[in-house]
């Protein structure tokens, strides 16, 4: 369902093909990172998983620093920025990971990503409620897609892996 959204950008040009490459990507990244965390919040508690993440991550992006110099020559940090970067750390990354975390102890795994899949829906309404874009008969086809996978993946057997 989700293919159908951007299928003639492929077919037309490679205009979006990084960006939505990302998107897919991103989504499955976010999936294993969901099965994978189901198996290890029997052991430890939520926030040293998202501890551990984060100081990892700082670990593998420290050699990326070193690439951006150049960028760094442009850019005149403030406090202002500083302020930004500490609401997105906190806010954004740290509060979205916990409670993430949170709703996989609570509704389980399949249900939570069941809701990854929902985003393309959330962005075709908003792209006819709030830019005006026409719906047509592949939107609507896609959404029917989208929905009938979530919902076949919710009604799957409970003790199967996914």
């Known amino acids: ?13 490679s205009l979006h093909f990084r960006g939505d490459l990302l998107i897919f990507c991103s989504v499955i990244m976010f999936i294993i990172y969901s099965f994978a965390y189901r198996r290890i919040m029997k052991r430890y508690k939520g926030t040293f998983i998202i501890y551990r993440i984060f100081l990892l991550g700082i670990i593998f992006l420290i050699p990326i620093i070193f690439l951006e110099i150049p960028l760094y020559r442009t850019i005149r940090p403030d406090f202002k920025s500083a302020i930004f970067i500490f609401f997105l750390a906190i806010f954004c990354s740290f509060l979205g990971y916990y ?16 809701f990854i899949l929902l985003i393309p829906i959330i962005s075709i ?11 047509n ?16 993946t919710s009604m799957a057997n409970k003790e199967s892996y996914f």
């Open 125 to 135: 309404v908003t792209g006819i409620v709030v830019l005006g874009e026409e719906y």
């Open 1 to 13: 369902g989700t293919f159908l959204l951007f299928y003639k950008d492929l077919i037309r040009s």
């Open 137 to 152: 008969s592949n939107l609507i086809f896609a959404t029917v897609l989208i929905l009938s996978g979530a919902y076949l």
């Open 99 to 114: 409670l993430w975390n949170l709703v996989i102890k609570k509704l389980g795994v399949k249900l939570t990503t069941n």
